[in-house]
């Protein structure tokens, strides 16, 4: 069995053939397109830098669970229904699944050793991430709905919202260990047969 890092956190695009993406494309990417991508921007992502990825090969890793599950946010305008979004990420999680492609694993393999929770544990980041920001919203609101000198209350409210984030930030980076050392464990049960 090949070592690699643990999937979608350290798995460098040099250890593939060619990289398709630097880490500093990565990153642009990931602060340009915040509020996420759609199908189509993503296959257009990939085009542009010279790589193909199909509709149906995006769709198909999604379906086994490579990749999360869109998130239907409504367009501006009368009747103009909503649209898939993606999260930015989801363009380094492709990269991966390409590297370690590339590094002979198969998709069962890279489904069984490198994924185990990581989709929903970075699932749960994001509405955690979501709702933080709904309450920071909340208590801005009533601070700024109140004359000069708001009440001291809202101090203690935005202590308890940081307090939540350092919780929220603890939880999530706690449950990505523990998928990690599950992914290690898989690996060595499966070399050491």
């Known amino acids: ?3 690699v890092e643990p999937f979608l956190t350290n798995v460098s695009p040099s250890a593939a053939t060619s990289p398709h993406f630097s880490e500093s494309r990565l990153a642009e990417i990931e602060a340009r397109y915040q509020d996420g991508l759609s199908t189509q921007e993503i296959v257009e992502l990939f085009s542009a830098g010279g790589e193909r990825l199909t509709e149906a090969t995006f769709r198909k890793y999604v379906q086994l669970g490579l990749l999360p599950r869109s998130v239907r946010v409504g367009r501006k305008g009368k009747h103009r229904g909503s649209q898939g979004r993606y999260p ?10 390409r590297v370690l492609m590339a590094q002979g694993y198969t998709i069962q393999d890279i489904q069984r050793e490198f994924l185990c929770l990581r989709s929903d544990i970075d699932a749960l ?19 700024s709905s109140r004359a000069e000198g708001a009440p001291v209350g809202d101090e203690v409210f935005g202590r308890a919202v940081g307090d939540a984030r350092q919780c929220a930030d603890a939880l999530v980076e706690k449950l990505r260990a523990i998928e990690q050392r599950l992914a290690m464990r898989s690996r060595m049960a499966r070399a050491a047969v």
């Open 88 to 97: 930015a990420s989801v363009v380094r999680q492709i990269e991966s699944v």
């Open 125 to 143: 980041a994001r509405q955690l991430k979501q709702v933080l920001s709904t309450l920071d919203q909340a208590v801005g609101e009533g601070a």
């Open 1 to 3: 069995m090949k070592r």
